[in-house]
Every structure is written in C-alpha cells, then in structure tokens.
C-alpha cells in the first residue's frame, strides 16, 4: 500500500474513533514509515486539541432573556428572582394606585359648611348681645362715676354737674 | 416536550450551542445572539420536538441555520472576526522552539479553524467538538456521506499543516 492509501486507512480510523480497528498491514507500515507514523500522531493529537478547546458558557444575560421569552412569557410563569422583585414592585404600585383612585372616588364628602341665612341669623343674634353688653358696660360706668363724684367732690361741684344735662341714653 | 423539559434542555444544551455558534461565527455578540434565538425558537417548536439526541440535533441545525444567514448578512464585511480568546495572528514567533502550553495550542487551533470555510468548519466541530455521529451531522447539514468524510478528511489536512506550519505540536 502507499502512504497516501495507508493515510485514508489512519482518518478512517479516526472517523470511528477506534484506533484499535487499524489493520494489521497499515500497523505494518507504520512500525516501517516515521512520516505516516508522525501523521498518525498529528491526528491523534489534534482530535485531542480540538475536544480540549475552551468552552464558552452561554452569558447570564442571554439565559435570562431566554426565560423571559418562553417560560416567564406564559401566565403563571415562574419568576427569577430579580423578574419576581420587579413583579412585585409593579404590583404594589398598581394596589397603591388603585387604593388611592378608589378613596378619592367613594370616600364621604365633608359636611356642610352654615348657610347664608344661618350666618345672617348667627350675626343678628351676636350684634344683640354685645348691644346689651355695652350698655349694660356703660351703665355700670356712669353709676360708679356717680357715687365717686358723691364721695370726693364738693358740694358746689356736685351741683354744677347735676345741672349738666345727662348723658344716660 | 413539556416546560420541565424544555428547562431541561437549555440548561443541558446551551452552552453547547453557544460554542458552536462562537465556533462558527467567531463574533461573541453574535454568537450569544443565535444561541439566544434558538433556545427562544425551541420554545416556540417545543411541540414538535422530542427530548434527548433530537433536541440537540434540533438546536445545532437551528444554530447552524441561523449562523449562516448571519454570515450571509455579513458578505459585504470579511467574514473572520477577530475572537477575544484567539491568538494575534502576527505572533509569528518562527524559531524551533515548538510552542507547548495548551493555550498557545488552542489559540493556533483556533487561528487555524478560522481559515476553513465556514461548511467545513462546522463539519470538523460538530465532530470532532461536539462528538456527533456521522449520520447525525449527514442529516443536519444535508450531505452525502462520502462527502462529509472527504470534507472533513480534507478540514483535518488543513488543520494539521496550519499547525505544523506554526510549529505547533497539535
């Protein structure tokens, strides 16, 4: 055999992954042929490298946009843990939402404040008063001037100021 | 495929999507963007798609479709995108030292699939990366056997030169 038929017997081989399935002649030629025994080599080896090159794991932000497309998509999903948090604050702030709609829609009106004729009423009854006040405050005046002018003041004064017309109402 | 199922599912295949996608697209935006797409389109199909070895072909043929039709999209820039995690290209470093750490491999590796079109790149992972069946990746791509082997006998070829070419011991 050649080495270029004894090379496809080697990648063949390989193709099976049963080195061990190598015929006897092709073992013949490379205990004889250090090219294809290098050849063999090469090939092992780079079977080799090829399984051992670095995997690259998928970034958690793309698994994440996967849940969220599929599985969190559907209702009653499971959540993630940061998809549940903002679950949660979106619902909370719906209920505080509503909360507040609902209180400013249906809450009791405050009571009435007095109507105008009541004011009217209310005022009338309060300027009475205070009329009665005042004058009940200047009588009292008036007599306690009396009896100090009574006490202190001469008769001739108290004369004079007897001939004073009065200023009682 | 019921909800409990369908977690199951991504949680089970979507790094392996992601992977084949960055693998595929060499762009990690892009390639977080069609993994995404997919599991959402798996959702939507879930009633037409069994768990198990089914699901993963299901999702690896749904990321492969959407991965072309971005490079589609992508005709009018050039295709290679520089990977974070690739190594500089001009980092020659000629010498005989042969390079031995398995990140300077993998980076040459990575370097080396970025060369091969874009069908035999997602021959050679999703077998050689993802481990799947001939028949399996026959179906996903829609290719002859004899032409997946001969492609990915031909893929494997490239990726051995361009690793010997950068003294490299793949």
């Known amino acids: ?169 | 495929m019921t909800t409990n199922e369908f977690e199951a599912a991504v949680m089970e295949h979507k790094d392996r999507v992601h992977n084949y996608a960055r693998g595929i697209l060499r762009d990690p935006e892009d390639a977080k963007d069609v993994a995404q797409e997919c599991l959402i389109r798996l959702w939507r199909h879930r009633e037409q798609v069994e768990p198990g070895t089914r699901c993963r072909s299901w999702l690896l043929r749904s990321a492969h479709n959407l991965c072309i039709d971005r490079l589609r999209r992508r005709s009018s820039r050039p295709e290679i995108v520089r990977d974070e995690g690739a190594a500089d290209p001009t980092d020659a470093r000629p010498g005989p030292e042969r390079l031995t750490s398995s990140a300077e491999v993998a980076g040459r590796l990575e370097r080396a699939l970025l060369d091969l079109d874009h069908r035999d790149r997602a021959i050679v992972l999703l077998r050689e990366v993802e481990g799947l069946a001939y028949e399996e990746i026959a179906e996903l791509l829609d290719l002859k056997m004899g032409t997946l082997k001969a492609t990915l006998h031909r893929a494997r070829e490239k990726l051995r030169h361009a690793l010997v070419r950068a003294e490299v011991t793949p």
């Not at chain 1, 004058?135 to 004369?159: E, G, I, N, Q």
């Open chain 1, 1 to 169: 055999m050649t080495c270029e038929q004894i090379r496809l017997h080697i990648h063949e081989a390989h193709d099976d992954d049963n080195l061990g399935a190598i015929p006897e002649a092709v073992r013949a030629h490379l205990a004889a042929c250090g090219a294809c025994r290098e050849f063999n080599d090469d090939l092992e080896s780079l079977s080799h490298a090829l399984r051992a090159l670095p995997r690259v794991r998928l970034p958690e932000d793309a698994l994440d946009a996967v849940w969220r497309e599929t599985i969190h998509a559907r209702p009653g999903g499971l959540p993630t843990s940061a998809g549940f948090w903002r679950l949660a604050a979106a619902a909370s702030f719906v209920a505080a939402l509503s909360t507040a709609t609902l209180y400013f829609v249906f809450a009791p009106a405050p009571p009435p404040g007095p109507s105008a004729v009541e004011l009217a009423r209310a005022s009338a009854q309060a300027e009475m008063v205070f009329g009665y006040t005042a004058r009940a405050l200047a009588a009292t005046r008036d007599a306690t001037t009396d009896r100090v002018l009574a006490s202190k003041v001469s008769p001739a004064v108290r004369a004079a100021a007897a001939s004073r017309p009065s200023r009682r109402p």
